[in-house]
């Protein structure tokens, strides 16, 4: 049986990470703090997997090992990156946000050839810009301002705090394996999110309600989705990906995201979809499909 290439089992959790804004969009209208999401969404991913332990279904054995690696990863992924990502989209426009999330790709590519000796081809970096390009055409329509610098700055966070999990991952996985990162990765985003979710709660006064989105017939469908299948699920995949493709050619598939965002917004949210974006998911398409053939020598 022929061995699936990683680069292809990469799009499905980027493909995941583009319909979450959706179901971000839909949870979101209910929630008065973020972090109250963010929080129940990393519980449930916490329960889901320890089920799955429980269950035999995956292993997770850490019993002997340094966990320094591990929670240097979640520091940055998920912690800041969410952090920084949500104050970002708060203080700019989701357009501005698109375009500095683009960078990632370049970032992660000069954090892998400094930090993990990785090699890059010229035409592999060709194709991780022009796949940048993509995005940046798509988005060539929004305006800086100074209102939104604070959002700029929030957002240059989340790139760098991508980029350093990115690298940081494809490190660990020399001797942890994908399901013992995520898992960890969950724990301690379920944990830092939550106390600042039930913090944030018992000074509004919404200590005692705090679960109850969980039984909501409106919101369960949301949670489950952002809990399970984009935290626990892609999260995995990723790492898997991470485990088998130097972080610098893995990171490009992150640009799958805005086109999968966008097709989700044009059909269940009625946004526009014009030829510009055309042009830029075509670019966006084409450096993903040359970054996964180029060979790096």
Known sequence: MKKINPMIIGIIPFAIFGLSFLFTKVAIESFDDVFHLLGLRFLLAVLGLTFLIFMGMIKVNLKGKSLKALFLISLFQPMLYFTFETFGIKYSSSSQAGVMIAFIPVVVTLFAVVFLKEKTSKFQLGFVILSVVGVLIM??????????????????????????????????????????????????????????????????????????????????????????????????????????????????????????????????????????????????LIGVYGTAKVKIN
């Open 139 to 284: 988005n060539s329509d929004v305006s800086f301002t100074l209102d939104s610098l604070k959002g700029t700055l929030f957002l240059l966070g989340a790139v760098l705090s991508a980029a350093f999990y990115q690298v940081l991952s494809r490190h660990a996985s020399k001797e942890y394996s994908s399901i013992e990162i995520t898992y960890v990765m969950m724990c301690v985003g379920a944990i830092f999110f939550n106390i600042i979710g039930l913090f944030n709660a018992s000074q509004a006064g919404t200590f005692t309600d705090y679960l109850k989105p969980l039984i909501s017939l409106k919101l369960i469908g949301p949670l489950l989705y952002l809990g399970i299948l984009s935290s626990v699920f892609a999260f995995f995949l990723i790492n898997y990906v991470l485990s088998h493709v130097p972080a610098s050619k893995a990171s490009v598939l992150a640009n799958l995201t805005t086109i999968i965002a966008i097709v989700a917004g044009v059909l269940f949210l009625d946004e526009s979809f014009n030829l510009i974006k055309i042009l830029g998911s075509l670019l966006i």
